[in-house]
């Protein structure tokens, strides 16, 4: 069973990087879409970005795009999200999943998920 944890969240003020790290263990993820989730306070949780098994195909939602990438490092078996300018409605838990589909936006259609990281921004 893979697992993954996340790390790299925190304290950030309005304007700052963060790069959020995602380690696999107990298999691989060469194979499998990677996808970075976040879930602000009493919200649903909410997609942010994917990333297809080789690295080559990429999708975000329209609130993070040009200024988070998502990136991945099989030989590493960890996936990345590169957080510039962040702004205080970023703030939320960040959760990592791996799916077999490709490119999926949905949280139900990934099986492994992390136990997410707090990512803070303050204005």
């Known amino acids: 069973q893979v697992q993954l944890l996340e790390s790299g969240g925190g304290l950030a003020q309005a304007g700052d990087s963060l790069r959020l790290s995602c380690a696999a263990s107990?298999?691989?993820?060469?194979?499998?879409?990677m996808g970075w989730f976040r879930q602000a306070p009493g919200k649903e949780r909410e997609f942010v970005a994917t990333?297809?098994?080789?690295?080559?195909?990429?999708k975000y939602t329209d609130s993070v795009k040009g200024r988070f990438t998502i990136s991945k490092d099989n030989a590493k078996n960890t996936v990345y999200l590169q957080m510039n300018s962040l702004k205080p409605e970023d703030t939320a838990v960040y959760y990592c999943?791996?799916?077999?589909?490709?490119?999926?936006?949905?949280?139900?259609?990934?099986?492994?998920w992390g136990q997410g990281t707090q990512v803070t921004v303050s204005s």
């Open positions: 999943a791996a799916s077999n589909h490709y490119l999926p936006t949905t949280p139900t259609l990934y099986i492994y």
């Open positions: 990333i297809s098994w080789g690295g080559g195909s990429k």
């Open positions: 107990g298999g691989t993820l060469s194979r499998s879409t």
